[in-house]
């Protein structure tokens, strides 16, 4: 019943987006942990065969297979059946044709992740894998849970639009991907923050309660080119405060949120879309960025190692 509810809603999204701006204006990012890494290897490993596999095809199907739920944490027998069929030749356009849900979900998916994974420059040599890093350095510790959607009461009675990820002030925040700096300064619900957006401008990245005194760092301004690994930040506890530079957070922590940018008006109007990255974080957790510090300086980042090996 809730499936069936849920693609109706699905349906009707499609229909309005088609009716009023033919932009999506809704999306439940729900795929969990296993199935992400499934798609992932799946793409990876097929990569230098003569059926390369995609990463948001094979996520879009599973989902519009089961209309947009999935069963239990484990791998998708799905997936498993789709690649099987792609192997044996069939084609996903033909596979997908009467698939209601397969176009909405392909592009909702790409939105998300469709810078994740594809070619990558490194030591002057081209790879292929995850080109997207987790928001914390790699050595530092933090602690996080599935909080999104939670209540929140300062200013005014709110749903939490974004995952916390708890540690110790003062750990390197990394930029995801490359983008540039469209938001710097100080909000009194995020404290010292910054916002960027990806170059295709589909994807804007809020990172929140950075550090009192010395958020950012060095050279990051409003404008600026990042990319993907650079330390854009440190973590903090700053926010809930009408007056700057203020730390009213009990709790260290690193607000990030993902908002999802079909059409311009989506980015501060209505129509807003932020998506549930619990999952993302989880799977990101193995491309993370370490830094240095040469003699005492500022954080930068150091000597990347490999694009998220998998088990």
């Known amino acids: 019943m809730k499936a069936l509810i849920l693609a109706m809603v699905i349906a009707l999204a499609a229909q309005g987006a088609a009716e009023d701006g033919d932009y999506i204006k ?22 230098n065969s003569d059926m390369p596999l995609d990463f948001v095809q094979l996520l879009a199907y599973t989902s519009a297979k089961n209309w947009g739920t999935f069963k239990g944490s484990g791998e998708s027998a799905d997936m498993s059946a789709l690649v099987k069929r792609l192997r044996a030749g069939e084609r ?28 990558y420059e490194k030591d002057g040599e081209i790879h292929y894998g995850l080109r997207v890093f987790s928001p914390i350095a790699k050595g530092f510790g ?23 990820m708890f540690g110790s002030i003062g750990t390197p925040i990394i930029a995801v991907e490359d983008g540039i700096v469209e938001a710097l300064g100080w909000n009194q619900y ?27 760092a060095e050279g990051l301004e409003e404008g600026a080119r990042v990319r993907a ?34 059409d311009e008006s989506q980015k501060d109007g209505n129509n807003q879309i932020w998506i549930d990255t619990y999952a993302l974080i989880k799977f990101l957790e193995k491309n993370r960025m370490p830094v240095e510090r040469p003699q005492g300086g500022a954080y930068r980042r150091g000597v990347e190692t490999c694009s998220f090996p998998m088990e």
């Open 26 to 47: 809704w999306i439940d990012f729900n795929i969990p942990l296993a199935v992400l890494k499934q798609a992932y290897k799946y793409d990876v490993e097929s990569q």
């Open 92 to 119: 996903i356009g033909e596979i997908t044709a009467d698939m209601k849900l397969y176009d909405h979900y392909l592009r909702a998916y790409g939105a998300v992740l469709g810078s994740f994974v594809g070619h």
């Open 142 to 164: 933090y602690g996080h849970s599935d909080d999104f959607g939670n209540p929140r009461n300062y200013g005014y009675k709110r749903s939490h639009l974004g995952h916390d």
């Open 190 to 216: 995020g404290g010292w923050r910054v916002g960027i957006r990806s170059l295709d401008r589909k994807r804007y990245y809020y990172y929140a309660h950075l550090r009192k005194d010395k958020p950012y």
């Open 229 to 262: 690994g650079d330390v854009i930040g440190f973590l903090g506890n700053t926010g809930y405060s009408t007056r700057e530079n203020v730390a009213n957070l009990k709790q260290p922590h690193l607000h990030f949120g993902l908002q999802i940018i079909f």
